[in-house]
C-alpha cells in the first residue's frame, strides 16, 4: 500500500465527477503513484443522492470509485468517534455536518488526509483545500 493515503470528501468526487479544475485537481491526487485513494461509505450515499437528484444514474460512477478506491465502511468504533467529534466542532461551527465528521473520524483511524473543497474541513488539521 502507497504511504500517501488520501480520503475523498464527497465535494471531490462531485468536482472530478463534474470535471471542474478544483475536480481535476482532485483527479490528480486521486491518480498518484503515490497515493491510495480511500471513500467513506456516507461520500458513496451522498454522491449517489446527488446523483440521482440530478436525474443522472448512479450505479456506473459509483462502481468506478468502489473499483478505484478502498470503500471504508461504517463501523461502531467510527460513529462513536464521528459523534463525539461532532459534538465537539459544533461549538466551533454550529453548521458542520456529522458526515463530514465521519469522513474526518476516518480519516484519524487510517492516517489520511482528507481532499475536500468543503471549508467545514479546516477544522480538521490533515485536510487538503482544494
Known sequence: MCANKL???TSAL???YDGSQKGAAAMKLFLADDSSPFV????IA???SRLKRKAKEPEAQLSIISESAEVL????EIA????LL???????????SLADCIIMAHAEEIGATV?????HFSLFKNSILL
Do not use: W, Y
Open 46 to 48: 451522498e454522491f449517489a
Open 14 to 16: 462531485i468536482e472530478m
Open 40 to 43: 467513506a461509505v456516507i461520500s
Open 7 to 9: 480520503i475523498f470528501d
Open 115 to 119: 481532499v475536500t473543497t468543503d471549508r
Open 73 to 76: 465502511p461504517m463501523t461502531h
Open 86 to 96: 461532532h459534538a465537539q466542532l459544533r461549538a466551533k461551527n454550529d453548521s458542520i
Open 80 to 83: 462513536l468517534r464521528a459523534g
